[in-house]
């Protein structure tokens, strides 16, 4: 660093506008690397007083947490050298800098960091492996190149999709292909301005403890992005990836389809499939047309873009994001559309109501209107069945529907609740798969579904359905994350089910309400950007733990669970690790949650209306629109309640 820039942020830090742990973070990144747009952005930073700035960027390190990494890629202001040779308007020909944001100086940190764990626990013949894709994103090449070029100097091979590929495909990848690890470059449904890193562990899940710590471990011991290339002899191999992996998945995903004959004889449902500028697009469509279904996709939106040009966010679960696909399906008589988020992990949906009208179904909706349908195929079938049902299990994750719970009970399977996040799911996969005899598990992964399914259902657990409320499902054990190409064609079979009873995917879900009751959810997310924020967050989070409400909303509090400090065990007997999460049950049924987000500058808070403990179903059908609009009223005041509560807790 040139003289007078420190004695400029010397400057900055003694009047206040710089932090000290900005002040510390700019000093080491500048003093371990020679990259001239390093120091050329920050100089500039600071010579035009973007102090906001400079501390947004670097009053942290981006923690590799026990995910990976995620962060913004371009900041919100550019600097001439972020910018470089790229037009006022398109995206900056360097990412930007900053030790709290996702660049090539924490994805070479990160990558050396997996690596030399990968080194030190590989046991098998030759090197370690790890498999690597992108989704569309804003750097996704360079970032991909980057990845690669850190592991294979350093004694790793890598299979690399050439093109964006989703995040389901990298961990069946992962899976097939025998790899030690798995690499995603995605930020899921987050703004342009973002991308992010995911570590998968050899089982094609998310990594998980102790792994993961021993990972992270090894990431905050790389003091800077140099390193020593091994010989020659010793370097990694690059393997592309591409259409064969493409047929591999393909394949599989077809074994999703419970009743093919039912599609066949629901060949005019009509499907508008939108990938939102994603990865969505290379497989979506092309499953659904190859079982049988029509299926039409949105041209403007089938171009893979990291701007996502046709949507203010590329997040399915917003009406907005889907609306280009509605106004093409009331322009086409379809019946319902589907989008999936840029790594198409995620899923969402809108249906034709009764009257025609085109309906968005929330997260929790659709994961029981799948749920509900798989156990009755799987059981009408008589694959389960009473001798086995025991053997049957739902896997939810905390904060979503308990409306699952009540079907999982109708069918008498089991249910188990997770943490969030879908790394929690994918280790009960492990479980279930681990408790097989060894010497029938041998081949696993080369056997079919029916196959595994029935050793699953004679030794361990038969894993039926999984999902979160937000808008993540899995409905097979031959990958381990959410997949939205596996849940577009799950959906879809909902949908050909319920056309065949002459309904819709609403009346559908109103049988549901009818036999268990009738349950609303939703979510309110408070943006708090920034050092600030993030300091406000964590203020936010404790206060709950430290004063947690005994009346919300006139209900009196029955039960706080303190997932931080206090120790909980699974419905299996398995202890659920520590989350900052509070969960808060009233009197009345109605529920809600606080859980500051993981990967987002956001606190979440999820809200519940249940039937009154001891009360389910509706007596009388005719009865439902009235017990829909009671329900509605009282999840409205509930919100409103628990975010006023909110604001007092702020200081507002």
């Known amino acids: 660093m040139n003289s007078e820039l420190s004695a400029t942020l010397a400057a900055a830090l003694a009047s206040g506008d710089l932090l000290q742990s900005s002040f510390d973070n700019i000093s080491g990144l500048l003093g371990s690397s020679e990259n001239p747009v390093y120091e050329a952005s920050v100089a500039w930073l600071a010579k035009e007083g973007h102090w906001t700035e400079l501390n947004n960027r670097f009053f942290k390190k981006l923690a590799f947490g026990t995910g990976g990494l995620r962060g913004r890629s371009i900041g919100e202001i550019v600097t001439p050298g972020e910018r470089g040779s790229a037009p006022e308007g398109a995206r900056p020909e360097f990412p930007c800098v900053g030790t709290g944001n996702l660049n090539y100086y924490n994805l070479t940190r990160a990558t050396l960091g997996l690596v030399r764990h990968l080194l030190k626990s590989h046991t098998g013949e030759g090197r370690p492996s790890i498999a690597v894709a992108r989704d569309t994103r804003y750097f996704g090449q360079e970032f991909a190149d980057c990845v690669t070029k850190v592991a294979v100097e350093n004694g790793v091979d890598v299979y690399i999709f050439t093109e964006p590929r989703s995040t389901p495909h990298l961990s069946f990848a992962v899976r097939h292909l025998n790899t030690t690890s798995g690499i995603v470059l995605t930020a899921s449904h987050n703004p342009p301005h973002d991308n992010g890193y995911k570590v998968y562990g050899s089982d094609g899940a998310q990594i998980v403890e102790p792994e993961a710590s021993a990972i992270i471990a090894e990431v905050e011991a790389v003091s800077g992005e140099t390193y020593d290339l091994v010989p020659a002899d010793r370097r990694g191999q690059v393997y592309p990836l591409g259409a064969e992996m493409d047929e591999v998945y393909l394949a599989r995903l077809e074994t999703l389809l419970l009743d093919p004959d039912l599609v066949k004889a629901q060949s005019d449902l009509k499907i508008v499939f939108t990938n939102i500028h994603g990865t969505g697009g290379t497989i979506s469509p092309k499953i659904l047309r190859r079982l049988g279904f029509t299926c039409d996709t949105v041209p403007a939106q089938d171009i893979e873009d990291g701007a996502f040009p046709t949507v203010k966010s590329p997040n399915p679960e917003n009406a907005e994001a889907l609306q280009m ?61 009473e001798s086995n049902r025991d053997h ?31 790394k929690y799911i994918g280790g009960k996969l492990r479980k279930y798969e681990g408790q097989i005899p060894a010497d029938l598990r041998a081949d696993y992964r080369q056997l079919s579904d029916a196959e595994t399914r029935d050793l699953r259902l004679n030794y361990s657990r038969f894993f039926v359905f999984g999902g979160e409320e937000s808008y993540g499902y899995l409905g097979a054990d031959f990958l381990r994350d959410k997949d939205a190409n596996g849940a577009v064609v799950m959906f879809a079979e909902v949908a050909a089910f319920a056309k065949s009873k002459g309904m819709t995917c609403v009346e559908l879900l109103d049988e549901l309400f009818i036999r268990h009751g009738v349950y609303l959810e939703g979510q309110h997310a408070e943006t708090l950007a920034g050092a600030d924020g993030a300091a406000q967050i964590q203020k ?39 989350e900052k999460m509070v969960f808060v049950d009233l009197e009345d049924g109605r529920a809600f949650a606080v859980r500051p987000s993981g990967t987002e500058p956001k606190i979440k808070f999820y809200l519940y209306q249940r039937p009154r403990p001891g009360h389910s179903g509706i007596d009388l059908p005719e009865e439902l629109e009235s017990a829909k609009a009671i329900a509605q009223k009282s999840f409205e005041s509930l919100k409103a309640a628990v975010v006023a509560d909110m604001r007092i807790r702020l200081g507002e």
């Open 325 to 385: 696909g509605v106004d093409q399906a009331e322009a086409t008589g379809a019946d319902i559309v589907i989008g999936t988020d840029p790594d198409a992990d995620r899923m969402g949906v809108v249906v034709r109501n009764k009257a025609g009208k085109m309906t968005l179904l929330t997260g929790n909706q659709i994961g029981s209107l799948m749920a509900y349908y798989r156990l009755l195929a799987f059981t009408e079938k008589g694959i389960i069945n």
């Open 392 to 422: 049957a299990v739902i896997v939810k994750t905390f904060v979503t529907t308990e409306l699952q719970t009540a079907v999982a009970a109708h069918f008498g399977v089991n249910i188990v609740n997770t943490l969030t996040g879908f």
């Open 540 to 578: 936010l989070a404790l206060s709950y733990v430290q004063s947690p409400p005994t009346v919300i909303d006139g209900s009196p509090v029955i039960r706080v669970r303190d997932f931080a400090n206090e120790t909980f065990m699974d419905e299996e007997g398995d202890e659920i690790p520590k």
